[in-house]
């Protein structure tokens, strides 16, 4: 049960960002947050990672939604054995739908973070994806009685 209220609510606040983004930000301006350090900076990411691969948007949705699925059998399959493995999981499969849910709302993933030490701009989702993947990636290195 905690596994689906993770994602809901990654997913749901992902959501919610997004859509402060589009009603308080124009398109392609940057709003600074924290002088010479961290903007909102609105954009249209037709692309996957730092704008790779543009305008491959049905192939995007079929892929990610057969990832998600297949993270959700993994979440399934180590519900009882490994509490953090299947929040990392969510993390992922959380992030994965929020953006999923901008690919088949929009054709494109709305992304707004951005800081000055790292040029892509990226959103919420993004960085539950990437945290659950590091601690996930931690997990497997350091312990060796996980056997997917």
Do not use: W
């Amino acid at each position: 049960m905690y596994t689906v209220l993770t994602i809901a609510i990654i997913a749901i606040l992902d959501q919610f960002f997004k859509s402060l983004i589009i009603k308080k930000v124009m398109l392609y301006t940057g709003v600074e947050i924290i002088k010479d350090f961290f903007y909102i900076t609105h954009i249209e990411n037709h692309g996957i990672a730092f704008g790779l691969f543009k305008n491959r948007n049905t192939f995007f949705v079929i892929t990610t939604s057969i990832v998600i699925f297949f993270l959700l059998y993994l979440t399934y399959r180590f519900y009882n054995r490994n509490i953090l493995l299947t929040y990392c999981l969510s993390f992922i499969v959380g992030g994965a739908l929020g953006n999923l849910i901008d690919r088949i709302k929009y054709g494109y993933v709305i992304d707004y973070l951005q800081f000055t030490f790292f040029p892509p701009i990226f959103n919420f989702a993004d960085a539950t994806i990437v945290c659950g993947a590091i601690v996930l990636s931690l997990l497997l290195f350091f312990d060796k009685n996980i056997v997917i």
